[in-house]
């Protein structure tokens, strides 16, 4: 769960859509630190979870949460359209500060390729070989329960809001992903990457202390 910061890495700027289905541009968007996530709407363990674990961090921050803006993006672009990452944002009540952005399959590899996800649509069979190649890169993939783990750390009314909004919108084929967690700055800069089992408290700390080390 602690953070460790890459050597000197800069993120490329990039345009996706959000759940508003506007254009959105990784470099347009105003905001000291940016907290970066790989969800997918249809995710039936860590992703809710996911999710909540970056609104509680950010509203652990105070006065500058507002310095901290939120951005998920799908690893399932067949499924995740504009509306239906919209109204999985609003099942978890995710508003002020969040954006949840997809786009093509063609344009969103070479973000995931950017920030070093390892994304895979699996069965059973491939989930395993997805682990073992993700092991071979040095990436993390969260175990199958890690949901346990992750939810764990979360408050009774989160964890069962997470549980609800897994039961309404996961099934079908399961996408496998890593599931860090990236802070970058205003300059594209990757300041920090966290694992998938960080808890909220872990991963406000880790932003309290890069909006420390950035400019007012």
Same mark, same amino acid.
């Given at each position: 769960?602690? !953070? ?10 990039? /345009?996706?859509? #959000?759940?508003?289905?506007? =254009?959105?541009?990784?470099? #347009? ?18 992703? =809710?979870?996911? $999710?909540?674990? *970056? ?14 803006? *939120?951005? $998920?993006?799908?690893? #399932? ?11 999985? /944002?609003?099942?978890? @009540?995710? %508003? ?21 996800? !390892? ?5 059973? @069979? ?7 190649? $993700? ?9 199958? @329960? $890690? *949901? ?7 408050? !009774? /009314? ?5 549980? %609800? ?30 694992? =998938? ?7 406000? #700390? ?6 420390? !080390?950035?400019? %007012?």
């Amino acid at each position: 769960g602690l !953070a460790t910061v890459p050597n000197n890495k800069t993120i490329a700027d990039f /345009s996706l859509v #959000d759940q508003n289905g506007l =254009p959105w541009r990784f470099y #347009d968007q105003a905001s000291p630190l940016t907290l970066v996530s790989f969800l997918y709407t249809h995710c039936t363990d860590v992703c =809710p979870f996911a $999710a909540l674990t *970056m609104k509680l961090a950010r509203d652990k921050l105070g006065d500058r949460a507002k310095d901290v803006r *939120m951005v $998920a993006i799908t690893t #399932d672009p067949e499924r995740d359209t504009p509306a239906t990452v919209a109204a999985y /944002s609003a099942a978890l @009540h995710l %508003q002020e500060g969040w954006t949840f952005l997809t786009g093509s399959q063609a344009q969103l590899e070479p973000v995931w390729r950017d920030f070093g996800v !390892a994304v895979s649509k699996t069965d059973a @069979h491939d989930a395993e070989e997805t682990a073992k190649h $993700a092991g071979e890169l040095g990436l993390e993939l969260p175990a199958g @329960h $890690a *949901m346990t783990g992750l939810a764990a750390s979360l408050p !009774a /009314s989160e964890k069962t809001l997470g549980e %609800q909004v897994a039961g309404k919108f996961g099934g079908g084929y399961e996408v496998t992903h890593t599931v860090p967690y990236l802070i970058v700055d205003q300059q594209g800069r990757l300041l920090a990457l966290l694992g =998938p089992e960080t808890t909220p408290a872990e991963l406000s #700390d880790a932003l309290s202390k890069a909006l420390e !080390a950035s400019p %007012q």
